[in-house]
């Protein structure tokens, strides 16, 4: 079959861009609300206006094909941001405004980035002002009218955009070129900038409609950091299907309920912790949940009697949804009210945008029911890390993407979730999934969060060692902790001992930083002899 040679006119017809989205959902709901944001509403019209006048700015101003940064809270300019520099063919870096800012110079300059859109008040911080005037790159203001910070003058993102045209910028987009570079949490050593292509995020986005059935009619929360690949793609799921995201800046609880009631929201997202603080508010016994049909959660295991007490409160239409920030989110999904008798670790089935299988250290695919590292393969898998060729190639080898993580598949086509590769526990000469102890632990009455790693030991070369965060008001010991332990594990996997902390040490996106408590408490069994 001879096949025609596209034209860049048939390449614009046909074009796969992240910046569409929103235009193509304004044109069907104009009127419909996109995003609310405290008592700010934008519709799509709106919405789509914004985000294309700034991204005519930044044509004007730079060009295309440059780097574009964001370091901002949830909000409706930082929604027009990301939109406009999809829309302007540049590579959005969103920033976690949450790390130190010598990690935050780090991604800045390991990004190349030219542009920067910060929120006033982060520009206003001492170090972060420094910062900024030792890159000398030039800032957009968001939140704000005006405003003059150590010496610079930044203009604000609203009035950069006045004036300019409100309609979609003719600019050519390739699907498979880079439209955002988002960096891992950094958990151990410099954080990688995992490379996403407009496919890439387009073909997750398309996944989630099927997965979550998202229509016009549902309002959606905004919980969860825009600057996360959870978050941002459940947002860009949203405005395809033209719903509406209720922006927040931070979680409490309590507003989160009232949000709820207030806006009638039909679709939640949040941490499993974020689910225990919202059914223990004093509003929620009363609260009117009635619009919820979905509730979705991610990041850690849900205790089965926090699943209880949600499909109880709030909506027994309970999803669990995985992805990792190098292959777009929604990798996987699990309904553990329709699977009672599966435990919290299940991941699920693959979605419609990836395929799932289990894999030995030499390539070669498992069976059900045998244990390898997790890894899939799909158009939401990245294009690679930045200017790390030699990771990207050991992350993709065998022609799948690697996980990291381990598991195995059941009989009934379910995925269990094991341990990380680095986190299982090597103690005496077995192995022991630490996410299997933290599940028995989170069981008990008293116990809110917990981390089970293992610390260097003279005998057992590793021994099981549990962090735990109790319950307001609860009380345990170590002794009693044990005992519940021996009750449902094996005597080799019985933590051999049990540190009450206040808090775990986590990301900003919830992920418990297990390698600080390695090294806090690396000299935890220096003495023991047994």
Excluded at 201 to 206: F, K
Excluded at 330 to 357: C, I, K, L, Q
Excluded at 370 to 375: L, R, S
Aim: aromatic share 6%; proline share 5%.
């Amino acid at each position: 079959m001879q096949v025609p040679e596209a034209s860049a006119v048939s390449r614009r017809i046909r074009r796969v861009a992240l910046g569409d989205i929103v235009h193509r959902t304004a044109v069907k709901y104009g009127d419909r609300t996109a995003v609310v944001d405290g008592e700010q509403r934008l519709s799509y019209r709106e919405l789509d206006a914004l985000s294309s006048q700034f991204a005519h700015y930044l044509l004007e101003a730079h060009g295309s094909g440059i780097q574009v940064a964001t370091l901002c809270a949830n909000s409706i300019d930082m929604l027009a941001a990301l939109n406009g520099i999809h829309k302007s063919a540049n590579v959005w870096v969103p920033v976690n405004i949450q790390l130190d800012t010598a990690q935050i110079g780090y991604i800045l300059r390991h990004a190349e980035v030219s542009c920067i859109v910060a929120d006033e008040a982060i520009c206003q911080q001492p170090q972060m002002a420094a910062l900024l005037q030792d890159l000398g790159l030039p800032v957009v203001v968001t939140m704000s009218s005006a405003s003059s910070t150590a010496g610079l003058k930044l203009p604000a993102l609203a009035a950069l955009a006045q004036g300019r045209p409100a309609t979609l910028p003719e600019v050519d987009i390739d699907g498979d070129q880079p439209a955002l570079i988002m960096y891992t949490s950094g958990t151990t050593g410099n954080p990688k900038g995992v490379v996403h292509s407009h496919a890439s995020v387009h073909s997750a986005v398309i996944g989630n409609l099927s997965t979550f059935g998202f229509t016009e009619q549902d309002v959606v929360t905004g919980i969860l950091p825009l600057f996360h690949c959870g978050q941002h793609v459940v947002a860009a799921s949203t405005c395809a299907a033209g719903a509406c995201v209720v922006i927040s800046r931070g979680f409490q609880p309590g507003l989160v309920v009232d949000s709820v009631v207030k806006e009638r929201i039909s679709v939640l997202v949040a941490l499993p912790m974020m689910y225990a603080a919202i059914l223990s508010d004093p509003r929620a016994g009363t609260a009117d949940f009635s619009s919820l049909r979905l509730c979705i959660y991610a990041m850690a295991p849900m205790p089965r009697p926090l699943v209880d007490r949600i499909a109880s409160m709030l909506n027994p239409n309970i999803m669990l949804v995985t992805g990792q920030t190098e292959i777009y989110p929604v990798t996987m999904s699990f309904r553990p009210v329709e699977h009672p008798t599966r435990d919290a670790n299940y991941w699920g089935v693959s979605t419609v945008a990836s395929e799932t299988a289990i894999m030995d250290d030499d390539g070669r695919l498992l069976a059900p029911g045998d244990v390898g590292e997790i890894v899939h393969r799909g158009p939401n898998v990245m294009l690679g890390y930045f200017k790390d060729p030699a990771a990207t190639e050991a992350a993709q080898r065998y022609g799948w993407h690697h996980t990291g993580d381990l598991g195995t598949i059941d009989e009934g086509g379910q995925l269990l979730f094991l341990d990380r590769k680095k986190d299982m526990i090597k103690t005496g000469g077995e192995n022991v999934a630490s996410i299997k102890v933290e599940s028995v632990i989170l069981a008990h009455p008293a116990v809110a969060a917990v981390a089970v790693v293992g610390l260097p030991h003279p005998h057992w070369s590793e021994a099981i060692c549990a962090f735990v965060v109790l319950k307001p008001g609860a009380a345990c010991s170590e002794a009693e902790l044990t005992e519940y332990c021996r009750a449902s594990l094996g005597k080799f996997e019985v933590p051999k001992a049990v540190k009450f902390i206040d808090a775990l040490p986590s990301t900003a996106t919830g992920k418990i930083q297990k390698h600080m408590l390695r090294k806090q408490y690396a000299d935890c069994f220096a003495a023991a002899e047994h």
